[in-house]
């Protein structure tokens, strides 16, 4: 009788470890090579939704070119995703 409550508590821990800490750590792993492999001449989206193409970065800044020319220095943690046409 005493040990149902120890099975239920690690199957509960269990089945949030698979189901939502597993799958936001492999995420977090994803953004993380992401940002890591970024180049100059990516077009890329932000998370403020601005779209423009990489001119620049270095360790921590990118420098984004957008219409007319004009470039924006951002984190490179701003990045969303990459949009190259392949």
């Given at each position: 009788?005493?040990?149902?409550?120890?099975?239920?508590?690690?199957?509960?821990?269990?089945?949030?470890y698979?189901?939502l800490?597993?799958?936001?750590?492999?995420?977090?792993?994803?953004?993380?090579?992401?940002?890591?492999?970024?180049?100059?001449?990516?077009?890329?989206?932000?998370?403020?939704?601005?779209?423009?193409?990489?001119?620049a970065?270095?360790?921590?800044?990118?420098?984004?070119?957008?219409?007319?020319?004009?470039?924006?220095?951002?984190?490179?943690?701003?990045?969303?995703?990459?949009?190259?046409?392949?």
């Amino acid at each position: 009788m005493g040990i149902e409550p120890i099975i239920m508590l690690v199957l509960m821990f269990a089945i949030f470890y698979f189901l939502l800490i597993r799958p936001q750590q492999k995420r977090q792993k994803q953004v993380k090579e992401m940002h890591a492999n970024l180049q100059k001449g990516d077009r890329i989206i932000t998370i403020g939704g601005l779209h423009g193409t990489i001119d620049a970065l270095d360790e921590g800044k990118i420098v984004l070119a957008v219409e007319n020319d004009h470039k924006l220095t951002f984190d490179r943690n701003s990045v969303r995703e990459i949009v190259n046409e392949d």
